[in-house]
């Protein structure tokens, strides 16, 4: 059993959970942030029981250094650290590079230090994405097809990655233990202010910033389930993980659903949820001049059902319903003081 895990990235939002139930199953962690004198300190105060069993590490997923010392002495990583902005950027190399090179360097760094579990981060944007319109339902044997040009630079950045990383696995280190983990997308309960854009969904729709719904949907997995299947990922039997890749996901719901599910389940701080429809024509035609509605458009009327059965059946997720996991996600956000009355 692994018992020193590498997680990158322990800023972010997925790894956070992820580290908080590695060290409540008694694990030590390894983390990286980008900077250090900055976060080292809120990390040990958001677990002060953890002690010794937690260690903070200076690495950037553009720069070699550090990354072997993070690794030192590790059993498994958890490769979650990865550029998920909430704008889209001006070049989607600014995305695939610090991806796909970052992978690498991570991947390189685990097999110097004779890591052999290495569960890599990816998303349902490496799988559901630049397919035919007609297309509505995935699995982990779909893959994002980069040829086609419309595949935005987030989407992209996913895909090259979690390919390079297959390719560099297959190429250097066949024995590795390498799976990756594909979530739709993540919300549940947030741990403090600095939220994941995931979650900026839930939060934009509780302060009114956005006044009417387009009709656009997302499939929803908890990232308590997120965290458990890479929990479950680091320690099961290799012949069940290696080569795999997990897609997680409880359910396809549209954004007038999320709206509903809000005003039933926290109707004293959905005031300001929209109720108006946002007709596709309006979205087309603003899409010229605002940005955010440029990044929707494409997704107008369209299902991506991205099926979450295989990680039910070969990890044992038997995932929270989205309904609890966007009045967890909601409550949170009050609790931290992100939405107030
Ligand atoms: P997040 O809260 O924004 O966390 C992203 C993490 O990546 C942060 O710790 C960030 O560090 C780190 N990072 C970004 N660029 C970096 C760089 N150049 N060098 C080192 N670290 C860097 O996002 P999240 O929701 O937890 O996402 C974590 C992972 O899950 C990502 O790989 C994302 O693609 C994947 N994912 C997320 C969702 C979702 O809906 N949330 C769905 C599917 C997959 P800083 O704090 O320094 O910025």
């Avoid at 990865?82 to 991806?99: K, Q």
């Avoid at 569960?119 to 490496?126: D, F, G, K, R, Y």
């Avoid at 997680?248 to 039933?264: G, P, Y």
Wanted: charged share 25%.
């Amino acid at each position: 059993m692994a018992d020193t895990i590498l997680v990158t990235g322990g800023t972010g939002y997925i790894a956070g959970e992820l580290i908080d139930q590695l060290l409540d199953a008694g694990k030590s962690v390894h983390t990286t942030v980008r900077d250090k004198a900055k976060s080292e300190s809120r990390l040990h105060q958001r677990w002060p029981e953890a002690g010794e069993r937690l260690k903070v590490f200076q690495a950037n997923l553009e720069r070699d250094d550090g990354w072997a010392e993070a690794c030192d002495g590790c059993d498994a990583v958890a490769h979650v650290a990865s550029p998920f902005p909430l704008s889209v950027p001006d070049h989607p190399d600014d995305l695939v590079i610090p991806a796909r090179d970052g992978a690498l360097r991570v991947l390189s760094a685990a097999h110097g230090a004779d890591i052999k579990r290495f569960v890599l981060t990816s998303s349902s944007a490496a799988i559901a994405y630049g397919h035919p319109p007609g297309k509505s339902t995935f699995d982990e044997s779909d893959w994002t097809v980069l040829e086609n040009p419309n595949v935005p630079p987030y989407h992209r950045s996913k895909t090259v990655a979690e390919k390079a990383s297959r390719e560099w696995v297959a190429d250097n280190a066949p024995d590795m233990e390498f799976c990756s983990i594909n979530p739709v997308a993540v919300l549940g309960p947030v741990a403090n202010d600095d939220v994941s854009t995931s979650i900026e969904l839930v939060l934009k729709l509780m302060t009114g910033e956005i006044p009417a719904l387009p009709q656009v949907g997302f499939g929803i997995v908890d990232v308590r389930d997120v965290a458990k299947a890479h929990v479950t990922a680091l320690d099961a039997p290799a012949e069940k993980v290696k080569g795999e890749r997990f897609a997680l996901s409880d359910r396809f719901l549209w954004m007038r659903d999320i709206a509903e599910i809000l005003r039933v389940r926290v109707p004293a701080y959905a005031g300001k949820v929209p109720r108006r429809t946002l007709p596709n024509i309006m979205v087309k035609a603003g899409a010229a001049f605002v940005p955010d509605l440029k990044q929707i458009a494409p997704e107008l009327g369209r299902t991506r059902d991205v099926s979450g059965a295989h990680a039910r059946e070969v990890l044992g997720i038997h995932y929270i319903p989205a309904k609890d996991s966007i009045e967890a996600t909601a409550r949170s956000l009050v609790q931290n003081g992100i939405v107030k009355l």
